[in-house]
């Protein structure tokens, strides 16, 4: 019998158990540190955990964005092997430190990581111009093969069958899923805490949370545990958790982004436009220019062709003039 067959009758508590499990069992072993405890700062546990060498610490160093980061790949310095172990590395210990993160997909993104060694090997030419771009996806958003449980019980252990869009579309260019990320559950508070995986802490100080709903982004992007996280905002979701981890966190006008994933209200976008402002999808990292690049990939993919729910608007690349002082 198939574990979404036992938990038919499982109770929520006994779900969460599992799926616990299941989630830990994916982090390697030597990966694996001691949860901290008492109030600590987890941006300290990085270098204190001893897991990582001083190259791969380098190679994640928050302060470097995804720009930066991925030019080591084209140059020849860094394989995609090597970028994606260290940063799944770092998301391990985020999680151990903040309990960030949701499904993880180590052992799938280091070896679609070397694939695209290979790839660039056979061809050279990258696979696409964010080929080898560690990305992180909040919860709710649909990953081939993975849950989209928002942090509810009887969601749990229901795959999806697809990716959405935007995640597909960063897929196609290049990037790598490490892991999706927590929120609070039906991501409809500013704490990402749920029932299921339970609470993410704030990167700075452990006595505080990570806001939400996308905090599990933004606590895993802080940590140094990605390049590029997918989150959402109807009301801050991407805005506040921004704020608390110290990170930058772009929430588009509606209707310019793909929104498939799990529905918390049923089927259909148009019915919770109703509710108030228009929920969106949007990215999360390390600076404005990631932000920017982002957005223009998806957008020359004029998604608006085959999504009726999408604003057509080609990108305009308006700049905007500095005022002349003195």
Sequence with gaps: MSISETVATDTWVQ??????????????????????????RPLDVIEDSGLMSAEEIEWTNPDKDATTTLELISSGNVTTEQLITAFCKRAAIAQAATNCLTEITFTEAIQRAKE????????????????????????????????SSAGISSLCFDPAKDNSKLVQVLIDNGAI????????QTCLTADSINQVFGRTLNPYNSSFGASGSSGGEGALISMGGSLLGLGSDGAGSIRMPAAASGIVGYKPSGYRLPTDGRAMFGDGIIGITILG??????????????MRVASKLVCDQKLWEVDPFIYPSPWLGITIARPRIG
């Excluded at 969460?16 to 069992?25: I, L």
């Excluded at 964010?130 to 996806?137: A, D, K, N, R």
């Excluded at 899923?177 to 609070?184: D, F, S, Y």
């Design 15 to 40: 779900i969460a158990q599992k799926k616990r499990e299941e989630q830990q069992s994916r982090i390697p072993r030597e990966w694996k540190i001691p949860t901290p405890t008492g109030v600590f």
């Design 116 to 147: 695209l060694d290979e790839h660039f090997k056979r061809t050279g030419q990258l696979f696409g111009p964010f080929h080898g771009l560690p990305l992180s996806v909040k919860d709710h958003m649909d990953v081939k093969g993975l849950d």
């Design 177 to 184: 899923v490490i892991a999706k990320t927590n929120v609070p």
């Design 277 to 290: 402002p228009v929920p969106v999808f949007g990215f999360m990292g390390r600076s404005v220019r990631d």
